[in-house]
């Protein structure tokens, strides 16, 4: 599924909405990637829905993303799983990606530097909190990966 949105333009300070990028939502579940997907569309990004990882890798093969939010657990392909993919593909190599993760859930230090995952953010989470981590990943500020 597939929507763009028109409105926010960058900030050419640096400072607030990135320009319009385009991302791909991966959870599967609906309600969770509604959410995700509303919320960065409400900030004129373009995005890409997707049920699971396969999907998710199937999409970025169609349309490259600027970005890949993505569950951890998801059935066929699980969200890490998809991550080492990409970094194996010279396409995506450096597309980066925010992992949503269970409650306590910590991904290995060594796992991540396997992948391109730069955050991790906990369900649940709030919508305007993921909203400005996807910004600040998109306008290249320093990320500590595994933040919580």
Known sequence: MQDTAAGNS?????AGPS?????IVADDENHIRAIVAAKIRSAGHTVLEARDGEEALELASQTPPDLIVTDLQMP??????????LKADPRFSSTPLLMLTARGHILDQEVLAQTNIV????????AREL????????NGEPQ?????
Do not use: C, D, Q, Y
Request: hydrophobic share 50%.
């Open 76 to 85: 066929f392909m699980s969200g890490l799983e998809m991550a080492l993919h």
């Open 144 to 148: 500590i990966r595994g933040a919580a």
């Open 19 to 23: 320009a319009p990028r385009t991302i």
């Open 131 to 138: 909203l400005r981590r996807v910004e600040s990943i998109l």
């Open 119 to 126: 955050m991790t953010m906990a369900k649940p989470f709030g």
């Open 10 to 14: 960058a900030n050419p300070h640096g």
